[in-house]
């Protein structure tokens, strides 16, 4: 069995102006079929090698794979989309598998515009692909795919969502292989030295509007620290990483587990410097714990303060203040920890005031850096359905965090998108000038901050920078000259299938006492009613945090009896009604009836 995994090639002027970044989905991927016996996989990196559609087809024309696989995020679709493409132009026989986000939740709309897509994995992929695999090689595809968990396919002109593949408990039992990548290609700039995107964790306890992780991933799990250092020990010995980021959506929401991760870094004394994306409430609620966390080679974290206008704050379900949000970048900047401020920028109400007052803000906070991001509503997410006919494009090549998705009512994208450059401009000029150049005391931080500055300026003058160059900006002259190029044959499959799909999937997530096992056994842990509904947390946090139950609870999949569902959390033998959103309606006291829900009962998929 040849298998071949495509990262599809798509850019944009986001996080990629940084350096080149290894993907991370591949090597676990990769890691998880050799330990399931498959271990002739190739692996084409078409965005790092920047490969045109005619060098990517002499590629798969040598290759002769079985199995074509690709991963795609939002604004990535349509590239992996044409990748499988070219596969099946190739090789007409090859079984060609969609992975990722986008596809678990908008996989009916893929199928029916890239019919050439033979199957769709549905969240976590390593199982499924594997099942995947097992059948393909067994000759049981196409004939018995039906019974392969945690895929969509079309079977005529019917779209067909098999039952779910239950989230791996235990993913300590998930080991990357790394070594599936060049790494002469992985490269970030700040620090001159290979980069690696390590997980600690799979999934979110809390409940973001504008965020799908938590419902992509449905629990929460932790691997063990002392493993994760294991794999970083692995990146830096053999390929010569000296810098990585943690990929997860919040490494500090478990703090218990990730003190011990840098403890078990301190202890082994690693050359490596690492960075974070995390809560404002986690950095106020470790202000102790800040000289440990710098000790153990972190260096830079990138603070979700997201919004200036409380407003703005409230409507994405956080529960920060302004005032939390300046501390926690004081307390960083005392610890020697670079300090990078988020701001989403683009809702309803934006204008040009309110971006002037997100750089009275940032010049009054001062952190180290500053990032602008316009506001991007992912069309799976609930904030989606909410904005309703205020979404005009759906062109999701544009979905990119640096292409002004939604138009203020007060001003235009043009006058947007030059306000926000107008902010990049003043703050790193400023910085440029009288920052960074005059750090004393620390040689780490001030080789890093001007590692920084020269990413970003040699973005610039390379126009990719927020994708300028494609934008044809040029300054304040040409903000109403601007082309943002949309797609407007896009529209979003409005059928229902795709409300059906939704709703049984995210009905999971909708309850976390009750559908969680590492939930529900930290529940009765503490002593609690399982039934008992708890109020739903928010990133960012407010006065939320995991407690010790909990958290232990979630490292390496301790819990005693895990469910075998995603919907109710349920065990066991018998069976019981469901509501259409897939919820139990036969709970006893203890909160375990034993049903399966209608997205994991195992008698037939489920057509729609």
């Not at 499988?84 to 969609?98: M, S, Y």
């Not at 939740?105 to 695999?133: C, K, T």
């Not at 509007?209 to 449905?218: E, L, N, P, T, V």
């Not at 609690?528 to 006065?543: F, I, L, S, T």
């Amino acid at each position: 069995m040849r298998i071949v995994l495509i990262h599809p090639n798509y850019h944009s002027g986001g996080a990629e102006i940084a350096g080149r970044w290894s993907p991370s989905w591949v090597a676990y991927l990769a890691g998880y079929l050799k330990a399931g016996g498959y271990s002739d996989i190739r692996f084409i990196d078409a965005m790092t090698d920047n490969l045109t559609e005619d060098e990517l087809r002499a590629i798969l024309a040598e290759e002769k794979p079985d199995i074509v696989g690709s991963t795609a995020i939002t604004p990535s679709i349509y590239k992996a989309e044409r990748a499988l493409q070219i596969a099946k132009e190739v090789h007409p026989n090859v079984v060609t598998v969609l992975g990722g986000i986008h596809g678990t939740f908008m996989y009916s709309q893929i199928l029916h515009e890239a019919p050439w897509i033979d199957a769709i994995i549905r969240g976590e992929g390593e199982a499924v692909m594997l099942n995947l695999v097992k059948a393909v090689d067994k000759g049981e595809w196409p004939d018995s795919r039906g019974q392969v968990h945690g895929i969509a396919y079309q079977e005529g002109s019917k779209v067909i969502a098999t039952p779910a593949e239950p989230p791996i408990r235990d993913v300590d039992t998930i080991v990357a292989d790394w070594s599936i990548l060049d790494w002469t290609k992985y490269h970030y700039i700040p620090m001159n030295t290979r980069v690696a995107t390590p997980n600690m964790a799979r999934g979110c306890p809390f409940t973001c509007s504008f965020c799908s992780q938590w419902k992509f991933w449905r629990d929460y799990r932790v691997r063990k620290p002392k493993l994760v250092v294991d794999e970083i020990e692995s990146l830096y010995r053999d390929h010569n990483v000296g810098f990585f980021i943690l990929a997860d959506e919040e490494p500090t929401i478990n703090r218990k587990a990730f003190v011990a991760f840098c403890e078990e870094l301190i202890a082994r004394n690693l050359p490596v410097l690492w960075g974070i994306n995390t809560r404002v409430t986690d950095i106020l609620r470790d202000e102790d714990l800040l000289p440990l966390y710098r000790k153990a080679g972190l260096v830079h974290i990138s603070l979700g303060t997201e919004a200036a206008a409380q407003l703005n704050l409230d409507l994405f379900n956080k529960e920060t203040t302004v005032a939390q949000n300046k501390k926690a970048i004081d307390l960083l900047r005392a610890n020697g920890i670079v300090t990078e401020a988020q701001f989403i920028v683009g809702l309803e109400n934006e204008t040009l005031e309110t971006l002037e007052e997100t750089y009275k803000m940032v010049r009054e906070w001062n952190p180290d850096m500053a990032n602008w991001s316009m506001f991007t509503p992912w069309p799976f997410s609930d904030l989606y359905r909410e904005l309703g006919d205020t979404v005009e494009v759906f062109d999701f090549e544009k979905y990119n965090f640096v292409t002004p998705i939604m138009k203020p009512k007060a001003i235009d994208r043009g006058e947007l998108l030059d306000g926000v450059m107008k902010n990049y401009r003043r703050f790193y000029m400023n910085k440029a000038l009288w920052g960074y150049p005059w750090v004393r005391g620390d040689k780490v931080r001030r080789k890093y901050l001007l590692g920084c500055l020269k990413a970003f300026l040699l973005s610039a003058w390379q126009r990719q920078f927020y994708d300028l160059g494609k934008r044809g900006y040029w300054g304040p002259q040409t903000k109403k000259k601007l082309k943002f190029d949309f797609d407007t044959s896009r529209t979003l499959e409005k059928t229902p299938e795709l409300q059906i799909a939704s709703n049984q999937w995210k009905a999971a997530p909708k309850r976390k006492a009750e559908t969680s096992p590492m939930a529900a056994a930290a529940a009765k842990v503490r002593g609690e009613d399982v039934n008992d509904p708890q109020k739903v947390m928010a990133c960012g946090g407010g006065d939320q945090q995991l407690d010790e139950a909990t958290m232990a609870a979630a490292i390496g999949g301790s819990v005693s009896k895990p469910a075998t569902d995603a919907g109710c959390g349920c065990s066991g033998e018998s069976k019981h009604e469901h509501t259409e959103a897939g919820e139990c309606k036969g709970h006893g006291p203890e909160g375990s009836c034993g049903c399966e829900t209608a997205e994991t009962k195992t008698d037939a998929p489920a057509k729609v």
